[in-house]
């Protein structure tokens, strides 16, 4: 049974730094892509970043390019969600993906996580 569990959201200052993590079980993890979306209240969830299964290739929202690396440990099924600058607006639930695509579409990733809080005050 594929289970995602994110970890490492808390409330942070604006300006500052955070790391996200993902623990994947249940499936084959080198073969996943992965992906990070985010969803604030009342908004609709978001595209973040999304690293290839053998993380060779990333991708990234305009919104967070040059502030937010995603990256993975294949030989841990880890993925990383590194966040500095953090903004105000950077505040929402986090939620990791797995898929067999790589895509920046949420409909093309198979299996989620619960979700973690990040919160940047101003």
């Known amino acids: 049974q594929a289970q995602l569990v994110e970890s490492g959201g808390r409330l942070v200052q604006a300006g500052g730094s955070l790391r996200l993590s993902c623990a994947a079980s249940?499936?084959?993890?080198?073969?996943?892509?992965m992906g990070w979306f985010r969803q604030a209240p009342g908004k609709e969830r978001e595209f973040v970043a999304a690293?290839?299964?053998?993380?060779?290739?990333?991708y990234y929202a305009d919104s967070v390019k040059g502030r937010f690396t995603i990256s993975r440990d294949n030989a841990k099924n880890l993925v990383y969600l590194q966040m500095s600058s953090l903004k105000p607006e950077d505040t929402a639930v986090y939620y990791c993906a797995a898929g067999l695509g790589f895509s920046r579409t949420s409909a093309n990733y198979h299996y989620w996580g619960q979700g973690t809080q990040v919160t940047v005050s101003s």
């Open positions: 690293i290839s299964g053998g993380g060779g290739s990333t």
């Open positions: 249940g499936i084959a993890f080198s073969s996943y892509a």
